[in-house]
């Protein structure tokens, strides 16, 4: 239908983000509770543990829940104040309408009959494949598993995916690839065992907090650091050596300290020889990549790049580490490979203190990606094309195996099919496209072009603006599950208060609408346990294997470590023992990676790269911590870092307005002047919406097997911005928001 305009303006005063600070009661209630609910916070995939205080159905505060081992009681800002999400004025208590004037309250039977009518309408004119369904990574594994079948089933479209999709769905490719299961080899208790750590992509300190806690026990112990980053972030400051990467050019550098451990014969040859093939084709392929060619690549120094291959080299046991800062490129699959190349060449793997981990974005960025939300993937990580995971998941939902729907679109690809009209329909969940996604214009486009747009969430996130039908969903506190932890540890979410008003949990919102659809046969559930136990069921015998879990084992061991085939069998913590990989022949796979530049470089117009990340006080598009006052006031908005060379070139100073322009659309941001990022390159934060919005600038190259977005490297050009007008208003306000005085 046709959308009419509403004032962005009225929305934001109705629905927010505004700041919440303190929590029900005010500061003195919360130090009275009545009970303790153990859980895990929802951010991040190391899903700390912590109590939650409740009071009169309310979560009033935290205690920290020292017995739980990943972070025994520690807590980072975000961790500390996530309570502050509940009671939120900005939470949605019941379903939405949309009208001309905005948004009118309705009651369920209108809203998801509303719903159903127009799922109906679309696909009896359209198709099964218009109407599309984007999921989340924070969402626990029962309610991924059920959005993949209610896609599937209910629907009957192939067009599913989840935000998984911007983050680690490379290294869950390539960890198949390489090692035939996609699951960090180590749990995190590894790290302070090992004698060099190796970490790429991933700024640890502001991104995963706790995880830095097992990082400095290592250096206690005499660990080597090595950090490669085109910033020197937190825990590249402690470094003992420090890769200043051009972005774009992590295969390249990874290719070449290969080069040097190869020429000094500094590789593991009987592991090789035993428990890996394909090595000889990536010794061809880094022959000609010498320190000195690397070095004219990346922008780091020879001298550094043999010196790495020496830490790596003289280490007994290591751990490579990375996150999404060699993922989101367009050839993510081939930086992780890189990776994985120069950990089997020197057999670091499969021992305590040994081997190779993803560290996982989002709250359950690890089980988010296994159980069926993606669109080329059915549950227990099976292949959704592979003739017998295809009958074995259709036998178990009592479906014929030709009524399953094949590989569907990726995330981006459905907004670009949204634009091209073949899509009519979307359903969305925790997801927030269009503060996420590259090249925002399009993904706006896209969202005011829909027929029917339905969106369950628990704020009305700057997408949810743009829909027809918002039901009102439930926060993780507010149900009962499980999330997988990105060291493949499965731990239980308990329900610490029911949903308020009107909301409802997530899981009943979607059976109920599968029931209208007239699928309720195959939705029977009652509880989110009874979906944990299909969904057990569902993965036995599967390359992700959780038939031996139940929510008591769960609760009685702090969690357990999947593959878990049997009541009996107690989870592994550690993959790849004695050099025994998950392949049929037991052997690891190598991979010739040959560098290809980013699919935007710089060039005389657009001199400069793009870099986005993460802040330490925000997550993901921010839907849930721009509502927390006391996060917002550690990090108020997004700035441009930029090096003093490149400063004093535009002659700008920090708290100078800078324009930033890219191909696709430009913003004016406030400058951070800091020596610890590389003089080529800038760097946005990407939590805000709107005229803040770095994804403004992104493309939307993707990686041709993953389908990723490139969102590490564009090129762009910068100018001061000068006091004057508009500009001037804007930078008053940047100065009020940051607390700069102007000068002069």
Known sequence: MARLPVSEAQLIAQYGPHLHYEPPGGWQASSTAERLVKTHCCFCGVQCGIQLKVRNEQVIGFEPWEEFPVNQGKLCPKGVKRYLQNNHPDRLLSPLIRTDAGFRQASWDEAVTRVVDSIRRIQSTSGKDAFAVLSGASLTNEKAYLMGKFARVALGTANIDYNGRLCMVAAGMVNKMAFGIDRAANPWSDIPLADCIFVTGSNIGECFPILTDYVWRARDNGARLIVVDPRMTPVARTADLFLPVRPGRDSALMNGILHVLIARDWIDHDFIAAHTVGFAAVQAAVTDCTPQHTAEITGVPAASIIRAAELWAEAQNSMLLHARGIEHHSKGVENVLSCINLVLATGRIGRPGCGYGTITGQGNGQGGREHGQRCNQLPGGRDIENPHHRQEIAALWNLDEAELPHTGLSAVEIIDAINAGTIKGLLSISFNPLVSLPDAARTRAALEKLEFYVAIDVFLSETARHADVVLAGSLQEEDEGTVTTGEGRVVRIRQAVRPPAKARTDWQIVIDVAQRLGKGEFFPYAEPEELFRELCRASAGAPVDYAGLTYQRLEQNHGIFWPCPSPQHPGTLRLFTGGSFAHADGKARFHPISYRPPAEDVDAEYPVILTSGRVVSQYLSGTQ????????????????????????????????????????????????????????????????????????????????????????????????????????????????????????
């Open 625 to 744: 911590t721009r509502r927390i006052g006391p996060l917002v006031d550690q990090y108020p908005g997004p700035q441009v870092e930029i090096h003093p060379q490149l400063a004093a070139k535009l002659a700008v100073k920090t708290g100078d307005l800078v324009r930033v322009e890219s191909r696709r659309d430009a913003l004016t941001l406030p400058a951070l002047v800091v020596r610890t990022i590389r003089p080529d390159t800038i760097f946005i934060p990407y939590h805000w919406p709107g005229e803040q919005s770095a994804n403004r600038l992104t493309i939307r190259a993707l990686d041709p097997l993953a389908k990723i977005p490139e969102f590490k490297v564009c090129a762009v050009r910068l100018s001061k911005v000068t006091d004057c007008g508009l500009d001037g208003q804007r930078k008053s306000q940047a100065e009020a928001d940051w607390g700069w005085e102007k000068q002069g």
